[in-house]
T-cell receptor, first 110, second 115 residues
Framework: AQKVTQAQTEISVVEKEDVTLDCVYE???????LFWYKQPPSGELVFLIR??????QNEISGRYSWNFQKSTSSFNFTITASQVVDSAVYFC???????FGKGTLLTVNP | DVKVTQSSRYLVKRTGEKVFLECVQD?????MFWYRQDPGLGLRLIYF???????EKGDIPEGYSVSREKKERFSLILESASTNQTSMYLC??????????????FGEGSRLTVL
């Protein structure tokens, strides 16, 4: 089955540490899309990024960066110099059947 | 800004009650979705709708039904609530058509407790 795997259930870091959240996907399609969402304690999921299968360029947005590697079927998310406000559940998603990974709970401690 | 509004943030119901969860979006999106979120299981798709009066089953439709009489409103119905339906329910909408290339816009969620 095509699916998304987030192997890290919970991660805890100290503020200013860098942290990488892993996402591994399975697909038989040549064209596909991958997404990351953030769910803060308030509950509402917030869209962070979309990547299509033809664009393997890494993306950087402030302290956030994403590494898309088709060779390893991974779409990993790195937060540089983490802050307490980064504490949230982060979900990776593919466009196959609107499937989400199970999420990674990130806790950034002061 | 896109706004997806879920009518109730917290609900407590009794086993066997009929429960309605309402979701309204204000950006004329064609697609709407209902997910439930449980610890360790992530988000699981219950039902979705590509247009008014259209509905499609997701991964876990058993025990649920939906209604989409107007474009902006998508209701999730628990005909006879059970304790295993205690969960966080998330509604989402999306402006694209059949091809899933767009982001989903989520509401704040409705936390349902069934006693």
């Amino acid at each position: 089955a095509q699916k998304v795997t987030q192997a890290q259930t919970e991660i805890s870091v100290v503020e200013k540490e860098d942290v990488t959240l892993d996402c591994v996907y399975e697909t038989r399609d040549t064209t596909y899309y991958l997404f990351w969402y953030k769910q803060p304690p308030s509950g509402e999921l917030v869209f962070l990024i979309r990547r299509n299968s033809f664009d393997e360029q890494n993306e950087i947005s402030g302290r956030y960066s994403w590494n898309f590697q088709k060779s390893t079927s991974s779409f990993n998310f790195t937060i540089t110099a983490s802050q307490v406000v980064d504490s949230a559940v982060y979900f990776c998603r593919s466009n196959y059947k609107l499937t989400f990974g199970k999420g990674t709970l990130l806790t950034v401690n002061p | 800004d896109v706004k997806v509004t879920q009518s109730s943030r917290y609900l407590v119901k009794r086993t066997g009650e009929k429960v309605f969860l309402e979701c309204v979006q204000d950006m004329d999106h064609e697609n709407m979705f209902w997910y439930r979120q449980d610890p360790g299981l992530g988000l699981r798709l219950i039902y979705f709708s590509y247009d008014v009066k259209m509905k499609e089953k997701g991964d876990i439709p058993e025990g649920y039904s939906v209604s989409r009489e107007k474009k902006e409103r998508f209701s999730l119905i628990l005909e006879s609530a059970s304790t295993n339906q205690t969960s966080m329910y998330l509604c989402a909408s999306r402006p694209t058509g059949w091809e899933d290339t767009g982001e989903l816009f989520f509401g704040e969620g409705s936390r349902l407790t069934v006693l």
